[in-house]
Protein backbone atom coordinates (compact mmCIF):
# COMPACT_ATOMS: atom_id res chain seq x y z
CA UNK A 1 0.00 0.00 0.00
CA UNK A 2 2.70 2.52 0.57
CA UNK A 3 4.49 1.48 -2.71
CA UNK A 4 1.27 2.47 -4.51
CA UNK A 5 1.28 5.67 -2.66
CA UNK A 6 4.70 6.87 -3.44
CA UNK A 7 5.17 5.29 -7.21
CA UNK A 8 5.06 8.36 -8.61
CA UNK A 9 8.37 10.09 -6.82
CA UNK A 10 10.61 9.36 -9.27
CA UNK A 11 14.53 9.80 -8.63
CA UNK A 12 15.10 12.79 -10.80
CA UNK A 13 11.99 14.96 -9.71
CA UNK A 14 11.81 15.77 -13.21
CA UNK A 15 8.17 17.27 -12.62
CA UNK A 16 9.90 20.20 -10.64
CA UNK A 17 11.85 20.92 -14.08
CA UNK A 18 9.07 23.03 -15.65
CA UNK A 19 8.26 25.34 -12.38
CA UNK A 20 11.99 26.66 -13.11
CA UNK A 21 14.95 27.08 -10.64
CA UNK A 22 13.70 27.26 -7.32
CA UNK A 23 11.92 24.14 -8.05
CA UNK A 24 14.28 22.23 -9.06
CA UNK A 25 16.33 19.62 -7.28
CA UNK A 26 19.85 17.83 -8.37
CA UNK A 27 19.46 14.21 -7.16
CA UNK A 28 22.06 11.00 -6.69
CA UNK A 29 25.01 10.30 -5.13
CA UNK A 30 27.56 13.62 -5.26
CA UNK A 31 30.61 13.46 -6.61
CA UNK A 32 34.03 13.79 -3.68
CA UNK A 33 34.35 17.39 -4.61
CA UNK A 34 30.35 17.81 -3.25
CA UNK A 35 29.72 21.08 -0.98
CA UNK A 36 28.51 19.93 2.72
CA UNK A 37 25.54 18.75 4.00
CA UNK A 38 22.93 21.15 5.76
CA UNK A 39 23.50 19.42 9.10
CA UNK A 40 27.15 19.80 8.57
CA UNK A 41 26.79 23.55 8.12
CA UNK A 42 24.16 23.87 10.92
CA UNK A 43 26.50 21.56 13.48
CA UNK A 44 30.05 22.70 12.64
CA UNK A 45 32.41 24.54 14.92
CA UNK A 46 34.20 27.64 13.74
CA UNK A 47 37.68 25.56 13.55
CA UNK A 48 35.66 23.29 11.22
CA UNK A 49 35.97 23.38 7.17
CA UNK A 50 33.05 24.49 6.57
CA UNK A 51 32.40 26.16 9.94
CA UNK A 52 32.18 29.35 8.33
CA UNK A 53 29.90 28.14 5.38
CA UNK A 54 26.91 30.66 6.62
CA UNK A 55 29.29 33.51 7.03
CA UNK A 56 31.05 33.07 3.51
CA UNK A 57 27.45 32.90 2.30
CA UNK A 58 26.14 36.25 4.45
CA UNK A 59 29.51 38.02 3.05
CA UNK A 60 28.99 36.92 -0.34
CA UNK A 61 25.57 38.48 -0.65
CA UNK A 62 26.13 41.51 1.37
CA UNK A 63 29.45 42.18 -1.48
CA UNK A 64 26.44 41.39 -4.37
CA UNK A 65 23.96 43.90 -2.72
CA UNK A 66 26.09 46.28 -1.19
CA UNK A 67 24.84 45.52 2.00
CA UNK A 68 25.19 48.32 4.74
CA UNK A 69 24.79 45.98 7.25
CA UNK A 70 25.77 42.30 7.68
CA UNK A 71 22.45 41.41 9.21
CA UNK A 72 20.60 42.83 5.84
CA UNK A 73 22.38 40.43 4.38
CA UNK A 74 21.82 37.64 6.55
CA UNK A 75 18.19 38.13 6.24
CA UNK A 76 18.79 38.15 2.46
CA UNK A 77 20.80 34.67 2.56
CA UNK A 78 17.93 32.90 4.71
CA UNK A 79 14.80 34.04 2.77
CA UNK A 80 16.58 32.62 -0.50
CA UNK A 81 17.30 29.67 0.94
CA UNK A 82 14.33 29.04 2.92
CA UNK A 83 12.66 29.52 -1.17
CA UNK A 84 14.22 26.78 -2.58
CA UNK A 85 13.40 24.31 0.54
CA UNK A 86 9.73 25.46 0.64
CA UNK A 87 9.35 25.60 -3.01
CA UNK A 88 11.11 22.16 -3.35
CA UNK A 89 9.17 20.15 -0.34
CA UNK A 90 5.65 22.13 -1.57
CA UNK A 91 5.82 21.43 -5.47
CA UNK A 92 6.92 17.67 -4.47
CA UNK A 93 3.98 17.68 -2.22
CA UNK A 94 1.28 19.12 -4.75
CA UNK A 95 2.73 17.18 -8.14
CA UNK A 96 3.49 13.81 -6.83
CA UNK A 97 1.44 13.90 -3.45
CA UNK A 98 4.67 12.47 -1.79
CA UNK A 99 7.50 14.31 -0.07
CA UNK A 100 11.45 13.47 -0.75
CA UNK A 101 12.89 13.29 2.66
CA UNK A 102 15.09 16.62 3.00
CA UNK A 103 16.88 15.22 5.82
CA UNK A 104 19.92 17.79 6.78
CA UNK A 105 22.13 14.90 6.51
CA UNK A 106 21.21 14.14 2.76
CA UNK A 107 21.01 18.02 1.40
CA UNK A 108 24.01 19.07 0.41
CA UNK A 109 24.59 23.09 -0.68
CA UNK A 110 27.10 24.85 -1.87
CA UNK A 111 27.49 28.64 0.19
CA UNK A 112 29.50 29.40 -3.23
CA UNK A 113 26.46 29.21 -5.72
CA UNK A 114 24.89 32.04 -7.38
CA UNK A 115 20.84 32.23 -6.92
CA UNK A 116 18.99 30.06 -6.36
CA UNK A 117 20.82 27.80 -3.60
CA UNK A 118 22.16 25.45 -5.26
CA UNK A 119 20.67 22.56 -3.44
CA UNK A 120 21.86 18.76 -4.24
CA UNK A 121 19.75 15.84 -2.56
CA UNK A 122 22.11 12.16 -2.00
CA UNK A 123 18.97 10.22 -1.98
CA UNK A 124 15.26 10.31 -2.85
CA UNK A 125 13.23 8.98 0.12
CA UNK A 126 9.64 9.53 -0.11
CA UNK A 127 7.62 10.55 2.49
CA UNK A 128 3.80 11.33 3.22
CA UNK A 129 2.98 15.00 1.53
CA UNK A 130 0.83 16.46 4.58
CA UNK A 131 1.07 19.67 6.46
CA UNK A 132 2.81 18.13 9.43
CA UNK A 133 5.34 16.39 7.41
CA UNK A 134 6.26 19.47 5.59
CA UNK A 135 6.34 21.62 8.84
CA UNK A 136 8.56 18.69 10.21
CA UNK A 137 10.76 18.15 7.70
CA UNK A 138 11.33 22.10 6.67
CA UNK A 139 10.60 24.31 10.14
CA UNK A 140 12.09 21.45 12.22
CA UNK A 141 14.82 20.25 9.82
CA UNK A 142 16.45 23.83 8.58
CA UNK A 143 14.36 26.51 9.11
CA UNK A 144 14.38 26.92 13.10
CA UNK A 145 18.15 25.59 13.21
CA UNK A 146 18.79 28.20 10.39
CA UNK A 147 17.14 30.80 12.73
CA UNK A 148 19.10 30.21 15.62
CA UNK A 149 22.56 30.40 13.96
CA UNK A 150 21.80 33.84 12.17
CA UNK A 151 19.87 35.11 15.41
CA UNK A 152 23.14 34.13 17.55
CA UNK A 153 25.85 35.53 14.60
CA UNK A 154 24.26 38.66 13.67
CA UNK A 155 21.87 39.54 16.30
CA UNK A 156 18.44 39.71 13.61
CA UNK A 157 15.10 39.72 15.25
CA UNK A 158 13.08 36.22 15.14
CA UNK A 159 10.04 37.94 13.93
CA UNK A 160 12.31 38.85 10.95
CA UNK A 161 13.25 36.00 9.93
CA UNK A 162 10.11 33.90 10.44
CA UNK A 163 8.42 36.92 8.44
CA UNK A 164 11.68 35.51 5.90
CA UNK A 165 10.23 31.98 6.16
CA UNK A 166 6.38 32.70 5.86
CA UNK A 167 6.68 34.82 2.61
CA UNK A 168 9.31 32.39 1.37
CA UNK A 169 6.35 29.65 1.85
CA UNK A 170 3.72 32.42 -0.07
CA UNK A 171 5.92 32.97 -2.96
CA UNK A 172 6.22 29.29 -3.83
CA UNK A 173 2.50 28.48 -3.27
CA UNK A 174 1.81 31.85 -5.49
CA UNK A 175 4.40 30.62 -8.23
CA UNK A 176 3.29 27.02 -8.08
CA UNK A 177 -0.61 28.14 -8.13
CA UNK A 178 0.24 30.26 -11.14
CA UNK A 179 1.86 27.26 -13.12
CA UNK A 180 -0.87 25.23 -12.13
CA UNK A 181 -3.36 27.39 -13.15
CA UNK A 182 -1.87 27.92 -16.79
CA UNK A 183 -1.34 24.65 -17.06
CA UNK A 184 -4.51 23.48 -16.55
CA UNK A 185 -3.94 21.34 -13.60
CA UNK A 186 -6.55 22.79 -10.75
CA UNK A 187 -5.82 20.11 -8.53
CA UNK A 188 -2.23 20.81 -8.21
CA UNK A 189 -3.13 24.29 -7.18
CA UNK A 190 -5.96 23.59 -4.65
CA UNK A 191 -3.46 21.25 -3.02
CA UNK A 192 -0.71 23.97 -2.88
CA UNK A 193 -2.87 26.61 -1.55
CA UNK A 194 -4.39 24.25 1.20
CA UNK A 195 -0.78 23.04 2.49
CA UNK A 196 0.16 26.38 2.58
CA UNK A 197 -2.41 27.76 4.78
CA UNK A 198 -1.97 24.65 6.86
CA UNK A 199 1.89 25.56 6.97
CA UNK A 200 1.04 29.83 7.96
CA UNK A 201 -1.30 28.07 10.51
CA UNK A 202 1.73 26.62 12.58
CA UNK A 203 3.28 28.02 15.61
CA UNK A 204 6.36 28.88 14.40
CA UNK A 205 4.24 31.02 11.42
CA UNK A 206 1.12 32.09 12.91
CA UNK A 207 0.67 35.85 13.04
CA UNK A 208 3.75 36.35 10.45
CA UNK A 209 1.31 37.97 8.02
CA UNK A 210 -1.91 37.06 6.27
CA UNK A 211 -3.07 35.32 3.48
CA UNK A 212 -5.92 36.04 0.91
CA UNK A 213 -5.93 33.61 -1.97
CA UNK A 214 -2.56 33.63 -3.00
CA UNK A 215 -1.68 36.97 -1.72
CA UNK A 216 0.46 37.41 1.35
CA UNK A 217 0.88 40.34 3.39
CA UNK A 218 3.72 39.79 6.16
CA UNK A 219 4.15 41.77 9.61
CA UNK A 220 7.71 42.28 9.02
CA UNK A 221 10.02 43.77 6.92
CA UNK A 222 12.94 41.87 5.36
CA UNK A 223 15.37 44.99 5.31
CA UNK A 224 15.70 44.55 1.59
CA UNK A 225 14.53 48.74 1.26
CA UNK A 226 18.66 49.50 3.27
CA UNK A 227 20.33 48.32 0.01
CA UNK A 228 21.48 50.73 -2.21
CA UNK A 229 18.88 50.88 -4.85
CA UNK A 230 16.32 48.76 -2.88
CA UNK A 231 13.27 49.15 -1.89
CA UNK A 232 9.95 47.66 -0.23
CA UNK A 233 8.85 43.94 -1.64
CA UNK A 234 5.13 43.22 -2.31
CA UNK A 235 4.55 41.70 0.63
CA UNK A 236 5.95 44.34 2.67
CA UNK A 237 4.20 45.46 5.71
CA UNK A 238 5.49 48.84 4.62
CA UNK A 239 4.02 50.72 1.48
CA UNK A 240 7.58 52.62 0.90
CA UNK A 241 11.17 52.62 2.73
CA UNK A 242 10.82 53.86 6.27
CA UNK A 243 12.57 57.11 7.33
CA UNK A 244 13.16 55.96 10.71
CA UNK A 245 15.70 53.96 12.28
CA UNK A 246 15.94 50.64 10.78
CA UNK A 247 16.08 48.48 13.90
CA UNK A 248 12.28 49.51 14.17
CA UNK A 249 11.41 47.78 11.12
CA UNK A 250 13.41 44.28 12.31
CA UNK A 251 10.77 43.25 14.32
Not at 186 to 208: E, I, K, M, N, S
Amino acid sequence: MVLLLFVDLDPELAALRPLGGFFVLRTGAAPCSSPPTLAHVYEAEASDPYGDALTFRVHKVADALRAPETRVAASVAQQGLAARLWSVALGCAALYDALPDLDPRLLRWDPDGSAPDDLWLSAVRPLPADAATLADVVLHGHLRPLTETLRGAYRVAPGLLWGNAASALAGAARQLDGWARASGRTDVAARARDLATQLLAHPLLAGTGTLTGTAFRRRSCCLYYRVPGGGVCGDCCFTRPPRSSPRAASG
